[in-house]
């Protein structure tokens, strides 16, 4: 588990097994909803919040707190299918709709108040500028509670379409509802809202999915014990270590306790007692790759590079080269310093960029082992592909003009650096223009 920051985006959490799964769980509600599941990404947010939302394309962002209170993986299923409604519905783009319609009666105040105050009627002209704003406000309110009322529906349909039960879907918005009452929320304030209150969402949506044949139907046990792993995985990697332990107490010898008490107590500063946990979970399942990779992230990270070897390759072999896994495999054979092992690092971590470029720390990686491997240009070329990932033109053009410089032309290679020269030369070029 990893944490990523790319450009303009909160934190991104990296795990392969976490997103295995979600990919496995929302694949056929992607299908009901009209689109390829080979297109959608669900990315998970380090936000302890319950949130999930979508930013444009065909991305849905969940927050890390969302997985952590879901009861079961059916609630997080049901919060992702509605946010394919938002996608499908275009509403990252209609947004702007909503916000020009209410800019135009910000603006018609603004000229009335200030017409006013220009014919000495100072009170007047102030009132109409507040009035003007606050009708704004609940104009874009009330274009954004429609939006989310259409898109319950939507997930509704991706659920009984997908033949997935719409149980956790209804006792999520129950959840939020006891959130609402926690905190005086009621329909006398939905008009401050940009959602419908759960309770209106509830009485819309019950009856289309109780009436459908999936509501009764049982839940996929593989989905939902894979679901309770990745749940205990977040809370000892993301729960303050004492914390976790508390939850997880050493008493609790399930896999999921070993699971959450091997990265707690690895955080925590204890990697034997780490250790001794990833060995239990070894144990129970000696080929589980993603136990091995806990077993060798503990090694390497206590700094036994050599030991770790045997467990991360073990685990990519067993993730049929999971890219993620197969970044830390290559960064414990650069770590080793033998330079025996530098080859087979560059190989592995070749194959993982090519399979996921969106891995700032595998293009740092795979940089170091060119420049241990005494090839600069394409260590130049690592370098510059990390840069543009995160936003860093400046570096990304120089880097990938050093690039080009000591790459053969017309190579595969030297046509990437290109690519990456122009482009961040162009961006670079916008940033003068806009600070003009």
Do not use: C
Request: hydrophobic share 40%.
């Amino acid at each position: 588990m990893v944490l990523a920051q790319p450009a303009q985006a909160q934190s991104i959490l990296r795990d392969a097994e976490t997103e295995a799964l979600l990919h496995d769980m929302t694949a056929p509600l992607v299908t009901a909803a009209g689109l390829s599941p080979n297109d959608v990404r669900v990315v998970l947010v380090n936000d302890d919040s319950i949130n999930a939302f979508v930013a444009g394309g065909q991305i849905v962002y969940v927050h890390s707190g969302t997985l952590q209170a879901a009861k079961t993986a059916n609630e997080v299923q049901g919060v992702i299918a509605h946010e394919l409604g938002h996608i499908t519905g275009g509403h990252v783009t209609l947004a702007g709709r909503g916000y020009q319609e209410a800019t135009g009666i910000t603006i018609l105040s603004m000229v009335l108040g200030l017409a006013a105050m220009a014919a000495g009627a100072g009170e007047a002209g102030a009132g109409l500028l507040a009035a003007g704003q606050q009708a704004a406000v609940g104009k874009y309110l009330a274009f954004s509670r429609q939006q989310e009322a259409s898109t319950d529906a939507a997930g509704v349909k991706y659920l009984n379409g997908a033949g997935i039960s719409g149980r956790g879907y209804l006792n999520f918005f129950k959840t939020m509802q006891q959130l609402e009452y926690r905190y005086g929320i009621t329909r006398k304030v939905e008009y401050m809202l940009s959602h419908p209150v759960s309770s209106e969402r509830i009485a819309a949506i019950s009856e289309s999915l109780q009436s459908s044949p999936a509501w009764g139907k049982p839940l996929n046990q593989d989905w939902e014990d894979r679901f309770k792993r990745v749940q205990a995985k977040l809370d000892g990697y993301l729960l303050p270590p004492a914390q976790a332990l508390q939850k997880y107490p050493e008493s609790n010898q399930t896999i999921y306790g070993h699971y959450a008490r091997a990265y707690a107590f690895h955080r925590g500063g204890f990697p034997e007692k780490a250790d001794a946990e990833a060995d239990a979970l070894v144990k129970a399942k000696p080929t589980d790759p993603y136990f091995l990779e806990i077993k060798g992230q503990i090694l390497l990270e206590a700094g036994k590079p050599t030991e770790a070897l045997a467990p991360l390759r073990a685990a990519t072999e067993g993730s049929r080269n999971n890219p993620l896994i197969a970044t830390t495999f290559g960064h414990a054979l650069i770590a080793t310093e033998n330079t025996a092992n530098y080859d087979e690092a560059k190989k592995v971590l070749r194959v993982a960029v090519a399979r996921d470029d969106q891995n700032p720390f595998a293009w740092q990686q795979l940089g170091t082992v060119y420049d241990r491997l005494g090839d600069p240009a394409r260590a130049a070329l690592a370098t510059a592909e990390r840069a543009s990932m995160m936003g860093d033109a400046r570096t990304a053009a120089i880097s990938a003009g050093y690039a080009m410089g000591g790459i053969p032309q017309n190579t595969p290679d030297w046509i990437r650096a290109q690519d990456i020269s122009m482009t961040s030369q162009q961006a670079l070029e916008d940033g003068k223009k806009k600070r003009r």
